[in-house]
């Protein structure tokens, strides 16, 4: 331990043995409530990875593509695409608990906890750029709930790339960008911030890129493109758990602009054989072909089939906030088209509830 730490370690112990002597006043409670944050705040560095438990020591390098930490002479290096979250030394607590909450998912209590941090006071540029982060990706993760205004978030998260670029955390702004460029009706510079998570080194994030880019591309009726994306995921060699899910994703992608020319019954079975043979519990990938398969039977004009394709969304993947927002707008369409009004008012009425700002809403 450094004389400096020995001496604040001192300096607190004294404050404690000070106030234990006042007793149990109102003097010794506001003492400990006066020395708290100096105990709970973050004592060094500290690297949580997604696997194994997390490395405390001091961080010597951190980039787009790793971060170094050095522990107890030794140099121990993080791949970005395999850290949960970082802690810095100092850090209040208010702080880790919202990463932490973030980490976790957690985001309407990350968002209350957020509230809580004085960011003017922090005391390290590391905390601020993390601050200013969690501002954005917070604003972000609402408006892609239906919840938020895209353009806002996006405006936060592209302000903070230009001032951080090669933050540890770039290739996951770069991908919610891109979710926030769809959400908010601009798919031409979607395919763009996709591309920053494609060029990453990391197959995973690479394939989860490039075909985030070719969906992106798609929305913008590029299809040939499109198709081109998809197939290079498609024959990229990875065997890695997420890069086969988006392997998967793309065949979906290449089926779709197939079924554009002229394949739409190919198509179609193409789709319901990849239903037939798939893992059901894999929500993103089932909330895709769900909403896929009711596009192409809508089509086809054949609305009941459909409708029974987008409720499958509704009622089993409605934790997919983007498929499930377009599966009720979906079957608010085709609930007129077939003539029940009363559902066609329970699914737009759902829709507004649930995703008051989606642009789903808007159509």
């Known amino acids: 331990m450094t004389s400096q730490k020995k001496s604040k370690t001192s300096a607190i112990w004294g404050e404690l043995k000070s106030v234990a002597r006042v007793g149990s006043s109102a003097i010794a409670i506001a003492g400990l409530l006066m020395i708290l944050p100096a105990l709970n705040a973050q004592e060094r560095d500290r690297v949580f990875p997604m696997k194994g438990a997390a490395v405390t020591g ?70 601020k750029q993390d601050y200013q982060y969690l ?29 951080n670029p090669q933050s540890y955390l770039f290739y996951n702004v770069a991908e919610m960008m891109g979710d926030l460029a769809v959400a908010g009706g601009v798919p031409d510079q979607a395919a763009r911030y996709y591309g920053g998570l494609a060029a990453a080194p990391f197959p995973e994030a690479k394939t989860k890129g490039s075909f985030l880019q070719g969906r992106a591309l798609m929305a913008q009726k590029q299809n040939a493109e499109a198709k081109s994306k ?26 779709q602009c197939d079924a554009t020319e002229g394949k739409a019954n190919e198509a179609i079975g193409e789709l319901e054989k990849m239903v037939d043979e798939g893992d059901s519990t894999d929500a993103e990938l089932f909330a895709e072909l769900f909403n896929t398969l009711g596009t192409l039977l809508a089509s086809a004009g054949r609305n009941d089939e459909a409708i029974l394709s987008y409720l499958k969304t509704d009622l089993l993947y409605g934790s997919q906030s983007e498929q499930h927002a377009q599966a009720l707008y979906q079957l608010t369409q085709l609930w007129t088209k077939v003539g029940d009004n009363q559902r066609a008012a329970d699914s737009k ?10 642009p789903w809403v808007k159509k």
């Open 58 to 127: 001091k961080i010597v390098e951190k980039n787009r593509d790793r971060v170094v930490v050095e522990v107890r002479g030794n140099n121990q290096n993080f791949p970005t695409n395999e850290i949960l979250r970082v802690l810095f030394e100092g850090e209040p607590p208010t702080l880790s608990r919202t990463k932490d909450l973030v980490a976790q998912g957690q985001i309407d209590q990350a968002a209350e906890e957020f509230k809580k941090i004085d960011g003017a006071s922090l005391p390290s540029e590391d905390m």
């Open 349 to 358: 009425q759902k829709l507004e509830k649930l995703y008051p700002t989606s």
């Open 230 to 255: 998809f197939q290079a995921v498609m024959e990229a060699k990875v065997s890695d758990p997420i890069s086969l899910k988006f392997q998967k994703m793309a065949r979906i992608g290449v089926i």
């Open 135 to 163: 501002r954005g990706y917070l604003a972000g993760a609402f408006a892609l709930r239906g919840k938020g205004d895209p353009k806002n978030a996006l405006t936060l998260l592209s302000n903070w790339v230009k001032d």
